[in-house]
């Protein structure tokens, strides 16, 4: 026999011993941040898909301006987020309180205003 002066070790408990800690590790992550926080680092989306941030919605209101698209800009609803006290979606429109894209300057020099889309209802 030879003199062997390291241990050795199969490829097969290798590749077991990686799973495992790399399961350890999701599992802490789980536990310490929760799965929902979680999932959102992994994909880096978030709920991207739930709720239309105001400043998205005010990009498409300009995009809407810009284009002269008076019936998107006065009646397009966002999603832009959930309710405080009874937890149920908030739409608004461009002339809504949230999102105000009518005091953009690219939706003042096209003349779209909060008055234009009241008096087009």
Do not use: P
């Not at 050795?8 to 800690?21: G, Q, R």
């Not at 590790?25 to 979680?38: A, C, E, H, P, Y």
Request: glycine content about 8%.
């Amino acid at each position: 026999m030879k003199n062997k002066k390291g241990v050795e070790m199969n490829v097969t408990t290798i590749i077991v011993v990686i799973l495992a800690i790399l399961v350890l590790v999701v599992i802490s992550l789980f536990f310490t941040t929760g799965m929902k926080d979680l999932w959102g680092k992994i994909t880096k989306t978030g709920a991207a898909w739930d709720t239309t941030s105001i400043e998205q919605a005010q990009s498409a209101c300009t995009i809407y301006c810009a284009t002269g698209s008076a019936d998107s800009f006065c009646n397009h609803e966002f999603d832009i987020g959930k309710n405080r006290k009874d937890g149920t979606s908030v739409f608004e429109t461009c002339v809504g309180d949230q999102i105000k894209a009518y005091d953009t300057d690219d939706c003042k020099n096209a003349g779209f205003t909060k008055d234009s889309c009241s008096s087009s209802e």
